[in-house]
């Protein structure tokens, strides 16, 4: 049997990274994290953490000033940000700052542009990707146009649309309202069935907890806890560090626990806690519409 | 009188067939804390762009009917007497702050209006230690963190006096701890300062046990506004295309079984409360 050697190499990894700015400003301290095909990542931690520097790093716009990072087992190093962009696709926190063509249509087009694809090819792909993203009626539009939410979704388009192994998202739930939170994680799912390995910088700690098997937290530029995200953030010494709040429905828990409630740590959904309480206040003797 | 009056107010961009807002009729007194609550793309921000002028003088478009700030018609007032009553902050504190420190930053409004040395010096101690950015001042603004920025932009607005805050999502770009300690700031002002804040926020977790009233809106219109509690009482709150606060789900479901014959809790402490006294 032919074992294929890429499967078993991490997609991505960074070893010992260092990164100072110009300003001499100490960015990375000391990275070192290994990310597996088909795993979705949260990166969290406060404003000024590191986070968005690292990410950068993974398409080599940043190179490290020590260390490695390496894609695919190979050096971003020795590779143009143009090769790199290929296998990783990062959206960018401000939409706004990755779009610049006048029609919706053209900011796909162009984003296909260098990829060696034919006329045919390029037109077919970007008439899915708009069908996919419900932006075919905006197809001549200006993307200065479209409302907040469906200028993220275009410029989502314009990386899905390469079909890069790695995606990597800067804060894709920021000033989303709840229909486009769930727009976007269906998307997310549908990449993981492709079996594409996804990496999201994020604050939505609720967020993380629901949809996010593994969380790296980082804080001062380096990393200060890598595991399973409800166990990381569950910590409150971490939360701490890294100017999160602890999620809601663990300050509920504790809380209930306090008045003396005991209700099971392991609760870490809305509707697991709903199941609980309805359990708990029939136990007091409050009946449902059925009963009553 | 009403602080804030729209009248039959309806309001489309130039170039857009759609009514961005629609027959809006609304009335807000003085000293209230209000959420404006809806999906993006309901009319949030075009309703706040409305409150200083900025539609219909500067955005152009067409609209009927008519606002009036403090008793001004918004289309007669010109947007700089305007902005003496109502003070705007953006989402993003870069797009708004312009001087080499903070304290020109903050002083910057007040030279603009003329304001004596004497009357801006107090102003700027007040605002100063209401947003607690003394140790700031000598810095430039953009040195400074995000929630640090959203500070100094908050304080360069509130030496303005305005009786009118209005706040387009000022936590987007916040980590979790910094959002709340701005959204508790805000609070603060508006007991002390007895302001009218206008705030719209995806942070509803943090932002709902803060307000005193909701406004609601769908597609351009407004859909309720009353005081919090009838307002996430009632149905058309489950309803809206937001993100609803954890409690306010769990809360709501269990009322749906008729498990809960209070009203729905608004936060962590509330909800807690309850559950302490039925044990």
């Given amino acids: 049997m032919v074992i294929e050697i890429i499967d078993i190499l991490p997609k991505v990894s960074a070893t010992n990274v260092e990164y100072t700015y110009s300003n001499s400003t100490l960015a990375l301290k000391d990275v070192n994290l290994s990310i597996m095909k088909g795993e979705l990542v949260a990166i969290m931690g406060k404003n000024g953490a590191g986070k968005t520097t690292l990410i950068r790093t993974f398409n080599g716009l940043i190179k490290p000033s020590k260390g490695n990072v390496l894609i695919d087992g190979k050096n971003t190093s020795s590779q143009t940000i143009a090769e790199l962009s290929k296998k990783v696709g990062i959206i960018f926190q401000n939409p706004m700052h990755q779009l610049f063509s006048n029609t919706i249509e053209e900011e796909i087009k162009f984003s296909l542009k260098n990829l060696d694809l034919s006329e045919e090819e390029i037109q077919t792909r970007t008439d899915n990707i708009l069908k996919n993203f419900n932006l075919e009626k905006y197809r001549k539009r200006s993307p200065l146009s479209l409302s907040g939410g469906e200028t993220k979704k275009l410029a989502i388009a314009t990386i899905f649309c390469r079909n890069p192994d790695i995606l990597v998202f800067d804060e894709p739930t920021l000033g989303q309202d709840a229909r486009e939170i769930v727009f976007f994680t269906n998307l997310i799912k549908e990449e993981m069935d492709k079996g594409k390995t996804i990496v999201i910088v994020t604050h939505n700690i609720e967020f993380a907890m629901q949809h996010v098997p593994r969380t790296i937290l980082m804080a001062d530029g380096g990393i200060i806890a890598d595991g399973p995200t409800r166990s990381v953030l569950n910590k409150e010494f971490l939360a701490d560090k890294t100017s999160l709040i602890l999620p809601q429905i663990t300050q509920f828990n504790r809380a209930l626990q306090e008045i003396g409630i005991q209700c099971p740590p392991n609760i870490n959904s809305r509707n697991e806690m709903i199941m609980f309480l309805k359990k708990h206040l029939k136990s007091m003797g409050i009946k449902t519409k059925e009963e009553a | ?279």
């Fill in chain 2, 1 to 279: 009188m009403d602080l804030i009056k729209f009248n039959n107010f309806s309001y489309r961009y130039k170039g857009n067939e759609e009514y961005a807002l629609n027959d809006i009729n609304l009335a807000i007194k003085e000293n209230k804390f209000i959420l404006l609550a809806g999906e993006t793309g309901s009319g949030k921000t075009s309703l706040l762009r409305c409150l200083n002028g900025l539609i219909p003088q500067f955005y152009a478009g067409y609209y009927k009917g008519s606002v009036k700030i403090a008793g001004h018609d918004t289309v007669e007032t010109s947007i700089s007497n305007l902005s003496t009553i109502v003070g705007i902050v953006f989402q993003n504190p870069e797009n708004q702050l312009i001087a080499m420190t903070v304290e020109n930053e903050i002083a910057f409004g007040m030279e603009n209006l003329g304001i004596s040395r004497n009357e801006m010096i107090k102003r700027m101690d007040e605002s100063v230690r209401l947003t607690e950015i003394g140790h700031l001042l000598r810095k430039a603004p953009f040195e400074l963190s995000g929630g640090e920025q959203q500070r100094v932009a908050i304080a360069s607005i509130l030496v303005l006096q305005p009786q009118i805050l209005i706040l387009d999502e000022p936590t987007a770009l916040l980590d979790p701890r910094m959002a709340r300690k701005i959204l508790t700031l805000l609070k603060k002002i508006q007991s002390d300062s007895k302001i009218t804040i206008i705030i719209s926020e995806h942070r509803m977790d943090l932002v709902l046990p803060l307000v005193d009233e909701i406004i609601m809106m769908k597609e351009g219109r407004i859909v309720g506004h009353d005081i919090k509690d009838n307002i996430i009482n009632g149905d058309d709150f489950k309803n809206l295309n937001i993100n609803h606060p954890l409690i306010y789900s769990i809360f709501n479901a269990l009322k749906e079984e008729k498990l809960l014959s209070n009203k729905i809790p608004d936060s962590i402490p509330e909800a807690i409360e309850y559950l302490n006294k039925i044990k």
